[in-house]
């Protein structure tokens, strides 16, 4: 493996300077996420519009789709055109079986699909956005890891391709799951397109065991770091939860300050931030979303992640975990 892979660092980045902006500056996203806010409520969707309103940063979104170039875009118009099919009909004849039994089942077909990391959980309100209604009670979760070699490119257009690539696939690995929950004779609805969902995937993600959230507003994995892609697939079929996982992340997210040196923009906060009630890991929306644009969705604060190295999250558990227990 390169040494690339090994110890990415950005090649290039541009600067944070922009050949576009808003005649009239929309509200800022930071105020939208409710960053500074000491009470819960839901969050509100301001960029990746699902539905038919207008959200505030709805010209930069739309900006964001007509600047990729094909070899991305193509991967977004493939899985926007296989997730028609993401609802079906289902077999009329229910399997009753006992949950525990049911979820390793589920967990088996998920990886044998091709998921990397399969979880559930219930959809609790935190991963819901405000004014939307999932139409089932449970999410299982999944998440596919992506070819390091490309990543290796961020913030460049190898990268985003790579990114849209493994989108398009989870939700192909998602789209087989719900048939086969439907098989069964459940409902169950595949959510694997990140520009058109009535759920929060980090939310559900962690509360099914897949990860922790790391100091960049990203997943971490013990398995794959940040360097891997999340769908899911809600239905009733009665499943037993999963429990959230401790991998240490924040031992080393509180000292670690690699993402922050590498932001171009730095929207990175180094200290948890108070987000709708919730004190937790926050990156600034109004300086991240112009150069995510302007980049085909960056992703350097997750490949430049300790965690992303191969082969290093478990190693970096043990150590971490040890340490804890000498304190």
């Given at each position: 493996m390169s040494a690339a892979v090994k110890r990415i660092r950005p090649k290039d980045p541009p600067p944070p300077e922009y050949a576009f902006g808003y005649l009239d500056p929309p509200r800022s996203g930071n105020e939208i996420n409710g960053l500074g806010e000491r009470q819960w409520r839901p969050a509100t969707a301001v960029f990746h519009n699902a539905g038919s309103a207008q959200l505030d940063w709805q010209a930069l979104d739309d900006f964001f789709g007509l600047?990729?170039?094909?070899?991305?875009?193509?991967?977004?118009?493939?899985?926007?055109?296989q997730l028609r099919k993401r609802d079906g009909p289902v077999a009329r004849r229910r399997v009753e079986a006992d949950p525990a039994d049911t979820s390793e089942r589920i967990k088996d077909a998920a990886r044998g699909f091709g998921a990397d990391l399969v979880g559930i959980a219930p959809v609790g309100p935190d991963a819901i956005f405000a004014g939307r209604a999932p139409p089932h009670a449970t999410a299982i979760c999944i998440g596919l890891s992506m070819n390091q070699e490309k990543m290796a490119h961020v913030p460049h257009a190898t990268a985003a391709e790579e990114v849209m690539r493994a989108y398009r696939q989870i939700a192909r690995v998602a789209l087989r799951l719900a048939r086969y929950v439907r098989g069964l004779g459940w409902p169950a609805r595949a959510y694997g397109n990140p520009n058109s969902t009535d759920i929060l995937h980090i939310p559900l993600a962690i509360a099914a065991g897949l990860g922790q959230l790391g100091k960049h507003g990203?997943?971490?994995?013990?398995?794959?770091?940040?360097?891997?892609?999340?769908?899911?697939?809600?239905?009733d079929l009665p499943l037993a939860f999963d429990e959230p996982v401790d991998i240490a992340v924040d031992d080393l997210c509180l000292g670690c300050r690699r993402c922050v040196l590498d932001c171009p923009p730095d929207a990175i906060f180094n200290e948890k931030q108070w987000v709708r009630g919730e004190k937790r890991w926050y990156v600034d929306f109004d300086k991240c979303i112009p150069y995510f644009v302007k980049t085909h969705g960056c992703a350097i604060c997750?490949?430049?992640?300790?965690?992303?190295?191969?082969?290093?999250?478990?190693?970096?558990?043990?150590?971490?975990?040890?340490?804890?227990?000498?304190?």
């Open positions: 600047i990729n170039p094909w070899r991305v875009v193509r991967h977004v118009v493939a899985n926007a055109w990203s997943m971490i994995s013990k398995e794959h770091g940040s360097n891997f892609r999340l769908a899911a697939v809600l239905t997750i490949e430049v992640c300790p965690w992303s190295r191969p082969g290093q999250g478990p190693k970096l558990v043990e150590k971490l975990m040890a340490k804890r227990s000498q304190r």
